[in-house]
């Protein structure tokens, strides 16, 4: 594993006003050895025109000809991958310019651990407005179905781990911590000590969103059930308390209250490394 591919998966739904960022902020990455798989989920926009106008032969476009919901466009991304490390990019993010860089070098140096994941800025109008996910760099055990520790998208695995594990397309949303929940589990994963991973919550959230994606949890807790049923399904439980706390939260605080309380606000310096890193990807 001296110099890994490594597979970075991209779900792309009429996205031709971030796609473009988002393939420049791996052609400026430190680490070269990357396939992109970008699966177009019947984009009805330029999405298909700006990915193509990349000439880049480690960008892989596969299409759905009418859109099929990000469920199975991973799905479709996740067969397509050669990598022997595996990671996750959506349309509208973008990673800082040694993402790959560093996660691989504590791959190389952790051969028993499986999954990792880095810290998230959360932008708001090309602005850093709060970060979230910063780890320790320790070393964990994921030994029970409970709630995922580290964000989906921020994370690298091994693609041995995989095995007959998919996304589920039949969950509209959450399909990726559930995906996530399922590979882990039994597995090591370490939570690192820097941002990479650039996440325009205002785009990607809202009320209804997270509502239903409590809904969709709370299925995924249950595939469980054979094996360990009482947590399965007091997890399944609390998530449907989440429902009634965020209703609750909504009506009286406003639905900015959820976003904001889900993060931490950053000092001067993740502000000046988002800004240098915002500025390096303008030259690409």
Not at 48 to 69: A, C, H, M, P, Q
Request: include cysteine; charged fraction near 25%; hydrophobic fraction near 40%.
């Amino acid at each position: 594993m001296s110099n890994p591919l490594v597979s970075i998966m991209i779900p792309a739904y009429n996205a031709e006003m971030t796609i473009a960022k988002a393939i420049k902020s791996l052609l400026y990455q430190t680490y070269t050895n990357w396939e992109c798989i970008i699966v177009n989920d019947g984009s009805t926009d330029n999405t298909v025109e700006i990915i193509k106008g990349f000439e880049d032969s480690r960008i892989k476009l596969y299409s759905f000809e009418t859109n099929k919901g990000r469920g199975l466009a991973r799905k479709l991304a996740l067969q397509k991958c050669t990598g022997e490390l595996y990671a996750m990019l959506d349309a509208d993010d973008w990673y800082y310019h040694d993402k790959l860089e560093k996660q691989v070098d504590f791959f190389k140096k952790n051969i028993d651990v499986d999954i990792v994941s880095c810290g998230m800025i959360i932008q708001k109008d090309n602005d850093c407005v709060a970060v979230r996910g910063i780890g320790d760099n320790k070393i964990y055990n994921f030994d029970k179905p409970r709630k995922v520790p580290i964000p989906h998208a921020s994370s690298m695995f091994r693609a041995n781990i995989v095995g007959s594990h998919v996304y589920d397309v039949n969950f509209k949303l959450g399909q990726d911590t559930d995906f996530l929940r399922r590979i882990m589990l039994g597995r090591k994963y370490a939570q690192l000590d820097f941002v990479g991973y650039v996440y325009d919550e205002y785009i990607s959230n809202n009320y209804s969103k997270i509502l239903s994606s409590y809904q969709f949890s709370a299925k995924g807790y249950l595939k469980f059930i054979k094996v360990n049923p009482f947590i399965s399904i007091f997890n399944a439980f609390l998530e449907y308390v989440k429902i009634l706390r965020l209703i609750f939260l909504v009506k009286f605080f406003g639905f900015d209250y959820i976003l904001k309380s889900r993060s931490i606000a950053v000092n001067n310096d993740l502000t000046s490394e988002f800004y240098f890193n915002l500025d390096k990807l303008k030259l690409v």
